[in-house]
């Protein structure tokens, strides 16, 4: 028998659309029922867990290292953690080392950085060893988005540099760290997630959902901006420019690249969430824990998620985070990963235009 989303999917036709950027932002909205768990994982992969565990030591070994680890997670994952760990400004991804660049050492155009999340505010170039923010290096260039004045970009003023082909950068490292702060924030989640599959405790699926609202409350704020060390912002409303960023001509960057139209290398390195042109890695991950636990009841029998959270959640978490990766219709080595989360997202949500893009 036929499942009601795949049937929208295999009979949805684009009478009127001439390319993917004509698709309104709201169809994607349009969602399907959902049997959840409905991504990677099913509910007869935690039947055929439960009953490895009875009969097998190392299924049973592999369950306590599940919950174990969710365990550990919750020693600081708590409110103040999500607040500090999801940015309220665009993260970013990568800058070059500035002290590296002007002493002469050997300096690579994306640096090479050590973070660790008990230190959330300081990174380490690995090469010279010197830890930022600096005084020698301050981020005095400080521009105010003027689409959402609340946001304000920062770059180091020393001399411009070629990164790659690139021609006039400038050190960010506050945008690199606020994209350290959320990755390892995302990458918990499954963790937890996995954690409340195995286990049935609901605390930690409700700190999944306390995440993910956080997410839905800031990211569709989040501005499209070209990654690598290029610090390059759209300083336009996001949804247009997730539709065609080389028609965008408005733009938050350092000094110097006045002259230009479009964000530099389009989708190829387009992203929102800290990272170079791949924000599907971080969709999968959000698809996947949502998945997993927006079914979860606490001890009372009271849902974790109530249902305006699964409409809030899923449209202005999941599906805008997967917005980049849906309108860019090119394939190449980043376009696969970014397909699979809007994939993941589609199947979690139950929308059949994203289900459908990614299938494709």
Not at 91 to 103: I, K, L, V
Not at 178 to 185: N, V
Not at 188 to 203: I, K, P, T, W
Not at 208 to 221: D, S
Request: aromatic content about 14%.
């Amino acid at each position: 028998m036929i499942s009601f989303i795949l049937f929208e999917i295999l009979t949805y036709t684009h009478k009127e659309i001439k390319s993917q950027a004509d698709i309104p932002i709201e169809d994607l909205y349009k969602f399907s029922h959902v049997n959840h768990p409905n991504t990677i994982y099913k509910k007869s992969d935690l039947e055929r867990a439960k009953r490895n565990v009875e009969l097998f030591e190392w299924a049973a070994t592999r369950n306590r290292s599940i919950i174990n680890s969710a365990k550990y997670i919750l020693r600081y994952f708590n409110d103040s953690f999500i607040q500090k760990f999801i940015p309220r400004t665009t993260p970013s991804t990568t800058t070059f080392c500035p002290n590296c660049y002007a002493t002469g050492k050997n300096w690579h155009a994306n640096g090479d950085w050590s973070w660790s999340y008990q230190n959330p505010d300081v990174i380490k170039c690995n090469v010279c060893g010197m830890q930022f923010p600096n005084a020698q290096y301050p981020e005095t260039l400080r521009i105010k988005s003027t689409w959402d004045p609340e946001q304000e970009f920062s770059y180091v003023d020393n001399d411009p540099v070629q990164c790659m082909s690139y021609k006039v950068c400038r050190s960010s490292m506050e945008g690199v760290i606020r994209g350290k702060k959320l990755t390892f924030l995302v990458n918990q989640l499954l963790n937890l997630a996995l954690g409340y599959f195995v286990s049935n405790d609901s605390e930690y699926a409700k700190y999944v959902q306390k995440a993910l609202f956080r997410l839905a409350e800031v990211m569709p704020k989040y501005l499209v901006y070209a990654g690598y060390s290029y610090s390059e912002y759209c300083d336009v409303d996001p949804h247009e420019a997730v539709k065609d960023p080389s028609k965008v001509d408005k733009f938050i960057f350092a000094p110097g690249n006045e002259e230009k139209t479009g964000l530099y290398h389009t989708y190829w390195a387009a992203s929102r969430l800290g990272t170079s042109g791949m924000d599907g890695q971080i969709v999968k991950i959000l698809a996947q824990a949502y998945d997993l636990t927006v079914d979860a009841v606490d001890l009372d029998g009271k849902p974790i998620y109530s249902e305006e959270d699964k409409v809030f959640i899923s449209k202005n978490c999941l599906i805008e985070g997967a917005l980049l990766g849906f309108y860019d219709t090119l394939i190449n080595n980043k376009a696969v990963y970014n397909r699979q989360g809007v994939a993941l997202v589609g199947l979690a949500t139950g929308s059949t235009l994203m289900t459908r893009f990614g299938m494709d």
